[in-house]
């Protein structure tokens, strides 16, 4: 048993090989969570509530919310009763978190430039420490605004302390 859900799904098709199941889980995971908030029309339901996907990177958001937007207009969303598009609510409610200057960032911050936290991942062992910022501090591919709002402003936003 793991900590991992859903971990027998994962341990069968991986065969009990630690590495793709690792990286599949997390993933597979956050996907499956934020199509649930939009789904079943809790981001709708509680607006005030604050969603954070974590350990993931940020990008695989930009390209699934484009995704959930078009199975809303083709499909809808019967049982959300949602009166908004998946992404207007990410934009409202969510945060996904960044490690490091992921491929499509830029493209990330400037579709939902209140949405990505910084996260070092330490104490973990695939965690950069010191000099975790390091990178995000140096990139040329973010304003210093920007990188202000990855590094600081958002996490107020999301742990509500500019309130």
């Known amino acids: 048993m793991s900590g991992l859900v859903p971990y027998d799904e994962l341990q069968s098709r991986f065969d009990g090989y630690y590495t793709p199941l690792h990286a599949a889980h997390f993933v597979t ?10 789904a079943y029309g809790i981001l709708e339901r509680h607006p005030r509530l604050r969603v954070a996907f974590l350990e993931t990177g940020a990008v695989w958001a930009l390209s699934y919310l484009h ?6 207009e083709l499909f809808g ?5 949602l009166t908004m598009e998946p992404s207007d609510y990410f934009r409202r409610q969510c945060y ?4 490091e200057v992921e491929p499509g960032l830029a493209t990330m911050v400037a579709e939902y430039p209140e949405s990505v936290v910084f996260a070092s991942d330490y104490p973990h062992a695939d965690g950069t420490f010191p000099g975790s910022t390091t990178e995000l501090l140096e990139t040329d591919e973010l304003s210093k605004g920007e990188i202000v709002g990855v ?13």
């Open 96 to 99: 996904v978190s960044v490690e």
């Open 77 to 81: 969303f019967d049982r959300g009763a």
């Open 67 to 72: 995704r959930l937007d078009e199975h809303l």
């Open 29 to 38: 995971q956050q996907l499956m969570a934020l199509t649930t908030f939009v």
């Open 151 to 163: 590094l600081r402003d958002n996490a107020r936003r999301l742990y509500g302390l500019d309130s």
